[in-house]
């Protein structure tokens, strides 16, 4: 069977008390959850020089990698090219043996003992252990979550334990969906939200690395994937 998977089409902000109050306004709250998240990568960062984010959050793992299609930008108005400046998107993978095997292909080294195999338990974690696998980041965040309802987008204020403060907008699409009509959809809610169209604005992760993981921070910075 194919594996479904879906992008996530993200913009970060930075939630003043104004962008809340208009928040609150103008979306449903549906709910407040917390997680804790543990990233993994080899001792030589080969995920995430590679932007690749292998990550598991509340028992389950996930794998965020950037899309193979890249779209043509002739076409598009100046609007268009600052929206999808100011956006990512993401292609994630949920589904264990997908992930694991999007990994192997990455080390180009398959693992002898792979056929022998049986189908590993879900807790099994030696799969780690033999790709070399270690946790170079974690945190807890308790993230509020509002819809604006009739477009499918997303908007999560999160709060990390390590003090940073960040909000997301955010659409999910089919991959090879329409990521320009999502850009759309998450300039017009940030419009919505009076955001400054210039913002660029830091990630949790960005800021984790920069502070607990200088070495590994500079590392995607030079290879410009942060
Ligand atoms: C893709 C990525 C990372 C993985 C974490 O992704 P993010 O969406 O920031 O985390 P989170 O907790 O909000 O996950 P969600 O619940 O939305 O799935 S860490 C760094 N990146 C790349 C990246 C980038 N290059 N630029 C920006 C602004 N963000 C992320």
Same mark, same amino acid.
């Given at each position: 069977?194919?594996?479904?998977?879906?992008?996530?089409?993200?913009?970060?902000?930075?939630?003043?008390?104004?962008?809340?109050?208009?928040?609150?306004?103008?979306?449903?709250?549906?709910?407040?959850?917390?997680?804790?998240?543990?990233?993994?990568?080899?001792?030589?960062?080969?995920?995430?020089?590679?932007?690749?984010?292998?990550?598991?959050? /509340?028992? @389950?793992?996930?794998?965020?990698?950037? *899309? %193979?299609?890249?779209? #043509?930008? $002739?076409?598009?108005?100046?609007?268009?090219?600052?929206?999808?400046?100011?956006?990512?998107?993401?292609?994630?993978?949920?589904?264990?043996?997908?992930?694991?095997?999007?990994?192997?292909?990455?080390?180009? /080294?398959? @693992?002898?003992?792979?056929?022998?195999? *049986? %189908?590993?338990?879900? #807790?099994? $974690?030696?799969?780690?252990?033999?790709?070399?696998?270690?946790?170079?980041?974690?945190?807890?965040?308790?993230?509020?979550?509002?819809?604006?309802?009739?477009?499918?987008?997303?908007?999560?204020?999160?709060?990390?334990?390590?003090?940073?403060?960040?909000?997301?907008?955010?659409?999910?699409?089919?991959?090879?969906?329409?990521?320009?009509?999502?850009?759309?959809?998450?300039?017009?809610?940030?419009?919505?939200?009076?955001?400054?169209?210039?913002?660029?604005?830091?990630?949790?992760?960005?800021?984790?690395?920069?502070?607990?993981?200088?070495?590994?921070?500079?590392?995607?910075?030079?290879?410009?994937?942060?």
């Amino acid at each position: 069977l194919p594996v479904k998977m879906s992008v996530e089409v993200e913009r970060k902000f930075l939630c003043s008390d104004g962008t809340l109050k208009i928040l609150e306004e103008i979306a449903v709250c549906m709910g407040q959850q917390q997680f804790h998240d543990q990233y993994f990568d080899t001792p030589e960062f080969e995920l995430t020089l590679r932007d690749m984010w292998l990550r598991k959050r /509340k028992g @389950c793992w996930e794998l965020k990698c950037p *899309t %193979a299609t890249v779209n #043509g930008t $002739e076409d598009r108005s100046a609007e268009q090219s600052l929206a999808a400046a100011l956006c990512t998107h993401y292609k994630e993978i949920t589904n264990l043996p997908e992930i694991q095997q999007r990994v192997e292909e990455v080390f180009k /080294k398959t @693992c002898e003992d792979r056929e022998s195999e *049986t %189908a590993p338990s879900l #807790g099994d $974690e030696s799969w780690l252990c033999r790709m070399n696998l270690v946790c170079f980041a974690e945190y807890v965040t308790v993230r509020r979550s509002f819809t604006l309802g009739d477009e499918g987008v997303q908007i999560d204020l999160d709060q990390a334990d390590f003090g940073y403060h960040v909000g997301e907008i955010e659409v999910l699409i089919p991959e090879g969906g329409d990521v320009q009509s999502a850009q759309e959809k998450i300039r017009n809610a940030a419009h919505k939200l009076g955001l400054s169209e210039h913002e660029r604005v830091e990630g949790k992760m960005n800021v984790y690395l920069k502070r607990y993981q200088p070495e590994h921070y500079a590392k995607l910075l030079s290879a410009h994937v942060l």
